[in-house]
């Protein structure tokens, strides 16, 4: 085994560590230069489709379509984003605080299903990333079309019309469309050409360094966000904590439920606990100053999620073992 090859299987043996040491380094920088953290704020979207092409690199396209045509799962996914996990939001929603603001917020992003960087994580686990990363416009399509109709059900009246479809639009065209793109066309290359897979094989060992920048990024640039909203953030922290709990639990009974095989109940697992706070982020930001807290009730779910995720690393293999 060559020097590179070594240095990348030790990188690799030590993900978690890294992304725990990224993840208190951003808060660090985050919170000693407030500035320098929110200039990082506009790099999230390049570093993270950085990270999924990297990602979508490992998947032929062939494997992509035979994924996409998997009915199990896909009802899987559904059920779990769309059945289960508000389910798990209704139960919480009598102990929630009563300011409308921060009940928006919870609502935003606990009813999203992330369609990003769960793919990255739930790779590293050992679960079948294919088939998320195939039922990805499924899972945009139907959260654009179910927010607006949760949000009447939970609010009432009045708070509907907060879904815009231009951030999901705009997230599935940059990271997903757009990393995919170029993941194929280098596969295409790879096949022609050696210098085509020497890139390939450059760009796969590059994903934890990648992962460990984006939770830099994304940690950095919102944590110092918290302190306007500092009492908002730590009254929902209990229930982000407890859906991270609940959710893998569920998920284990939907992907065993459906009888899906080991790699596809991680997935599912995955994909019902993570949110997609990052593409309704932009959608809270943008609410009237009345609801203004909403965007750091967002920020704060992201903080409890990327600790979550690292951790979920390694627990989801022991709760599904092979």
Known sequence: MSFGSRLVARVE????????????????????????????????????????????????AAQLVAAARD?????????????????????MWPLLPADRAVRLGVLLVLLTPCVDYVIVFSGLAGARSRQLLAA????????????????LLFLGPGLGDVVEPRPFVRAFLVLIVLPLALAWATQSWARRHRSGRITAAAAGSAMVPLMAATLLVVVASQVAGLGTGAVAALRVLPFYVAFLVLMPLLGVLVARSLRLDVPAGRAIVFTGATRNSLVVLPLALALPDALSVAAVVVVAQTLVEVLGMALYVRLVPRLLPD
Do not use: D, K, S, W
């Open 13 to 60: 043996h030590h993900q978690v560590t890294a992304y725990l040491a990224a993840i208190a380094a951003g808060a660090v920088l985050g919170l000693a230069a407030p500035a320098a953290g929110a200039a990082l704020e506009p790099t999230i979207n390049p570093v993270l489709a950085a990270l999924l092409y990297t990602t979508f690199l490992q998947v032929p």
């Open 71 to 91: 009915g199990r799962f896909l009802a899987a996914a559904l059920v779990i984003n769309f059945a289960v996990a508000p389910l798990v939001v209704a139960a």
């Open 136 to 151: 990805t416009p499924l899972l945009l399509l139907a959260q654009m079309a179910l927010l607006p109709g949760f949000l």
